[in-house]
């Protein structure tokens, strides 16, 4: 058998569906298009810094199984970067090309083999690319050691610290050229079987701390909407329509502890929430709250007052802007994570550092709230440890 063969009969399709599941919603399935999640529980997109030239290798394809086998509803590949320049490390992986695509079809099919739906988020690192691992000391990457300092772009000229690269501001011709290139990958994903796309749009044209423009993508709150709307209508063309399109924001860039105070010289929850409503009207499925990314100096909460600390602008979004949210940020405790949806802050709950803690977070969370989780048929019997 090849590393790229799947064999369907060494994985039950059907493994993973909690039963008793009345006593949980974080158990419960949601159904959104064609999509149907076993559960509420996904895997945010975590940079893994291991790939060459933007391919998936075996790294990434027994990283994602190792979730899908405990059971996570969906799985949200990495950053995947829509040209070389939009990388955020010369390990970053990537979907500039047709040759990216069977590396990560291959990923896609195992992960579908056990009922767990195979989602990729598409990104550019912008202003913020060029820099090393986060094990390397997240530092700036020379070209001697295959980085592109003198290829970096952004928005405006604001380098984000005096650690990045300062970059080049896109003129309004590139911006097209690269609107393109965010196309090209979509399609190329759903080449890949890809069931759930995700556009990063977290930190760049939308806050004042990164654009300066005085063109007609910069200034007012509608023009700092207007290129990130471009693209992702753009992208909901070519994106099938049966398909779910998320987008993840910041949803403060976190001048202030406080996530509901404001900030209007950059980004703030009041700012988000009528992006959010912008993005629902050209058919956006999701948004995927998190928080900060555009300030340096950002006042994030320490911990542990970091629990749930972006849930709330989740929570805010989903109501002010009648659209389903994602909650990010430390959501580590399972009946946090149960609050978070019975109260209706939230429509999904994403686990991130908890899971490369644990794998099996999933498992705990079940026997935690009472839910009698299914096990792939290769672990059932590590329940009985317990």
């Known amino acids: 058998m090849s590393l790229g063969t ?5 994985f039950n399709s059907e493994i993973g569906k909690a039963v008793n599941v009345e006593k949980s919603k974080l158990f419960s399935p949601v159904t959104n298009k064609s999509v149907t999640y076993k559960n509420r529980i996904v895997l945010p997109p975590m940079c893994m810094y291991s790939s060459t030239d933007g391919f998936f ?22 950053a995947t970067a829509v040209e070389p320049r939009g990388r955020t490390s010369p390990h970053d992986t990537g979907l500039w090309s047709d040759e990216h695509i069977a ?7 195992l992960i579908k083999t056990q009922g767990t739906i195979p989602a990729l988020q598409l990104a550019h690192a912008g202003r913020k690319a060029s820099m090393s691992s986060l094990w390397s000391g997240y530092k700036f990457v020379p070209e001697s050691e295959g980085g592109w300092p003198n290829d970096i772009v952004g928005p405006s000229e604001i380098p984000f610290d005096e650690s990045h690269g300062k970059p080049r501001a896109l003129t309004i011709p590139e911006l097209e050229a690269l609107k ?4 090209d990958a979509a399609i190329r994903a759903d080449k890949a079987d890809i069931e759930v796309l995700e556009i990063h749009n977290a930190h760049g044209f939308l806050s004042g701390h990164s654009n300066n423009r005085t063109d007609i993508y910069g200034g007012s709150l509608e023009n700092r909407m207007r290129y990130p709307l471009e693209v992702i209508e753009a992208v909901r063309k070519v994106w099938p329509e049966h398909k779910p399109l998320w987008v993840r924001i910041s949803g403060t860039d976190f001048k202030h502890l406080d ?3 404001r900030d209007e010289e950059g980004w703030d929850i009041y700012q988000s929430i009528e992006y959010a409503k912008a993005l629902k009207k050209i058919g956006v499925d999701v948004i995927d709250v998190s928080g900060g990314g555009s300030r340096a ?9 970091t629990k749930l600390y972006q849930v709330e602008m989740a929570n805010a ?9 994602a909650a990010v940020g430390r959501i580590i405790d399972p009946k946090d994570a149960e609050a978070v949806l019975k109260e209706d802050k939230a429509d999904y709950i994403l686990v991130g550092r908890a899971h490369l803690n644990n794998s099996g977070w999933l498992n705990h969370a079940a026997r935690e709230l009472g839910v009698s989780n299914v096990w792939a048929n290769q672990y059932e019997r590590g329940q009985r440890a317990f």
């Open 259 to 261: 996530t509901l105070e």
């Open 103 to 109: 590396p990560l079809k291959r990923i896609v099919d």
């Open 297 to 305: 100096k950002a006042a994030y909460p320490m911990y542990p007052t």
């Open 6 to 10: 799947v064999q369907p009969h060494a």
């Open 57 to 78: 290798n075996d790294f990434h394809l027994a990283h994602y199984a190792s979730f899908a086998f405990k059971g996570v509803a969906a799985i949200i590949i990495e």
């Open 317 to 325: 979004i989903k109501h002010q802007a009648n659209i389903a949210t």
């Open 180 to 183: 393109q290139k965010w196309v």
